[in-house]
């Protein structure tokens, strides 16, 4: 069957995708955030017939922020639906992800005709238009020609991805070469990247890189090593370009010391956030802050750990890194990787805080007098200031109880927590008390966090988002499953928010990825008011003194009635409706109608009435048909937003 021929029979668009896919034969096909992604060239695809300039428009949002996360770019760009195809290299539009007129939206999704009318000057003198129809074999010579070409835009090696460059190039090269001593990764390193492929661009290194034939041989000292396997090589250098430019060559050798192999159980402590993840979040910094952030921002890290979140900093001059127990700062000070970095215990929720709320930095005398400064002169907007980034992946736990990865006592008891009053419930949260006082203390800083999505969106959440008022500027969330030491299916997030905007947000766009931090789509969470969700829409019906029997399920009756608090029933009711919770964590589990009053886990719920029979079995249906994943864990219920009909 011709690919014209697939295309007339697809009925979606997943039909026209994997048509296309047959017809050119693709390899190392994956489908995600890009419709079709090769390493060759990436694919937007649509089942009906849409103009190519839309359709590079969405696909170019794409490439602009995987370029920006410093991700490799294939070199060719192809647009595809059931009717034509469009192909161009992606070099020709590079010249417009630099171009500060246009305005890229945060999402491909959002890409519109006006997006498309600005890149149309530059796009459409350089893509090749073929009707499916009538040039099939025209466009899949020509397409198969680029994947044979294998073109790629390589990933420049800078200062601000040193960190990330070496650890990928220790996985995938250092590791086939067999070393005798750890500490010599770093100078082969050095000596492969200082090289291009034909010739040193830096001379007098501690080690050098010759070729025997095609085949790279790394000579230092006395000792001579030849790659295991060349295939790690070949992929390590289809990714990045090398050298690196000149202006960043003798910096980047300055940090030759601190370089050493990473170890992941040097980082395994409480709240372990896995170095691939690590990756990710500085590849969003960079797009969000710019390619230099760690050259311009001042970072400090309240609950640093043993140092697992600047383990790809390459700028450690500008890091403070503070942690609750002095055992880590041990640790963290004996790791070479965080040499230049100022590493201090503190105790961010309760020192230096008066009784008052104010912050003193003289009843401690902990924090370093260069952060004290820092925070100063940004809080005054002194010239020349560096602003600040708080970056961190605060503890989870909740007054009374030990959940998530907390299960610390005097949660409820630190001193912060004395001014949170008037937040309700989410004053509960050891990550909301380290908001709190990160909010008064560094009110002009940006932030950029790793949490649960419950101060985005949860009804309990209400009373704080009133105060949280800082702009969101960018993030992923990422499948709980990375972190070794969560439970369950739901999303954490990193969200980088501008602290001295005072820009609500109502809607969150991120990227979603999955637990190996592959890009596989994109998630939106919602904030409504409470009065918007579903829960209010089935008004409570009053209990009478009627006795009622508890039930531990809908025919056994409860005989040890001891902190059952369900024990009348209400006048008229024909059942219990069990709703627990207003989101799709709980729906699945926690919908149940009995017929009598129920003990499983809160007291609340519903009595079913005649006149409210409707609205139950409405909610009923919704919460039990759609399933739980761990993208929509915290999506919220809303009541209907138009009168239902009676059909």
Not at 46 to 67: G, N
Not at 128 to 138: M, R
Not at 393 to 414: C, D, F, L, Q, W
Request: proline share 5%; with cysteine; net charge neutral.
């Amino acid at each position: 069957m011709t690919l014209a021929q697939s295309l007339a029979t697809a009925r979606t668009e997943e039909d026209v995708k994997d048509a296309y896919i047959k017809a050119l034969g693709l390899k190392s096909v994956f489908k995600g955030l890009v419709d079709i992604q090769t390493p060759e060239i990436w694919f937007e695809a649509k089942e009906a017939p849409t103009p190519p300039l839309l359709m590079f428009a969405q696909l170019l949002t794409y490439v602009r922020a995987a370029r920006k996360r410093g991700e490799a770019i294939p070199g060719f760009l192809c647009v595809i639906d059931r009717e034509k195809a469009a192909l161009m290299p992606t070099e020709h539009a590079l010249p417009l992800l630099e171009d500060k007129s246009i305005v890229w939206p945060k999402s491909g999704s959002a890409a519109d005709k006006a997006l498309a009318a600005q890149i149309a000057p530059t796009i459409e003198t350089h893509f090749v238009l073929y009707e499916i129809g009538t040039y099939e074999a025209e466009f899949i010579k020509a397409a198969k020609d680029a994947v044979r070409e294998g073109r790629i835009i390589r990933t420049p090696i800078t200062p601000d991805n040193l960190r990330q460059v070496f650890d990928k190039w220790v996985a995938m090269v250092g590791v086939e070469l067999g070393v005798k001593r750890a500490a010599d990764y770093a100078v082969l390193f050095f000596a492969d990247i200082m090289h291009d492929g034909r010739n040193e661009a830096m001379r007098n290194l501690p080690a050098r890189l010759l070729f025997s034939g095609d085949k790279p041989v790394f000579i230092i000292g006395a000792d001579q090593y030849e790659l295991a396997s060349e295939r790690g090589y070949r992929n390590f250098w289809n990714i990045y370009h090398r050298p690196p430019e000149q202006k960043h060559r003798h910096y980047l050798l300055e940090r030759r010391d601190s370089l050493l192999p990473m170890d992941d159980q040097k980082f395994k402590g409480a709240f372990y956030t896995p170095l691939h993840i690590v990756d990710k979040a500085y590849d969003q910094l960079a797009a969000t802050l710019g390619a230099d952030w760690q050259q311009k921002y001042i970072v400090w890290d309240m609950c640093a750990g043993v140092g697992n979140l600047e383990a790809k900093h390459s700028n450690l001059r500008n890091v403070f890194m503070s942690t609750l127990d002095q055992e880590d700062v041990t640790i963290m000070r004996s790791n070479p990787a965080f040499a230049g970095a100022e590493i201090f215990q503190y105790d961010y929720l309760n020192d230096d805080v008066t009784d008052f709320g104010a912050i003193d930095y003289s009843l401690s005398n902990k924090v370093p007098q260069a952060l004290r400064q820092a925070i100063a002169d940004a809080r005054e907007g002194k010239k020349g200031a560096k602003p600040i980034l708080v970056l961190i992946n605060p503890p989870y736990g909740e007054a009374g109880n030990s959940i998530g990865n907390a299960g610390k006592a005097g949660i409820a008891t630190n001193r912060v927590s004395y001014g949170m009053n008037d937040l309700g419930y989410a004053a509960r949260e050891l990550f909301v008390q380290f908001l709190h006082r990160i909010v008064s203390e560094l009110p002009t800083a940006k932030l950029a966090m790793f949490s649960t999505l419950k101060y985005v969106n949860a009804p309990n959440f209400e009373l704080f988002r009133k105060r949280w008022t800082a702009k969101y500027l960018d993030g992923f969330i990422v499948h709980s499953k990375a972190f070794d030491n969560l439970k369950g299916n739901f999303p954490i997030g990193f969200l980088v928010w501008d602290l001295a905007e005072n820009v609500p947000s109502r809607v969150i766009q991120t990227i979603a990825l999955n637990k190996a931090g592959e890009v596989i789509g994109e998630k939106s969470f919602f904030d409504f008011p409470n009065d918007y969700l579903m829960a209010e829409w089935l008004p409570r019906t009053r209990k009478n003194r009627v006795d009622a029997i508890p039930l531990t399920n809908a025919i056994t009756p409860l005989l040890k009635t001891a902190g059952v608090r369900n024990r009348h029933w209400s006048d008229g009711a024909i059942a219990h409706f069990f709703c627990n919770g207003t989101d799709l964590q709980n729906s699945g589990t926690m919908t149940a109608i009995f017929s009598s009053v129920h003990s499983i886990g809160h007291a609340g719920g519903y009595f079913i009435t005649p006149e409210n029979l409707w609205k139950a079995a409405i909610i009923f249906a919704v919460r039990l048909l759609i399933p739980h994943t761990w993208q929509n864990h915290n999506d919220q219920f809303l009541q209907p937003s138009q009168p239902l009909t009676d059909v």
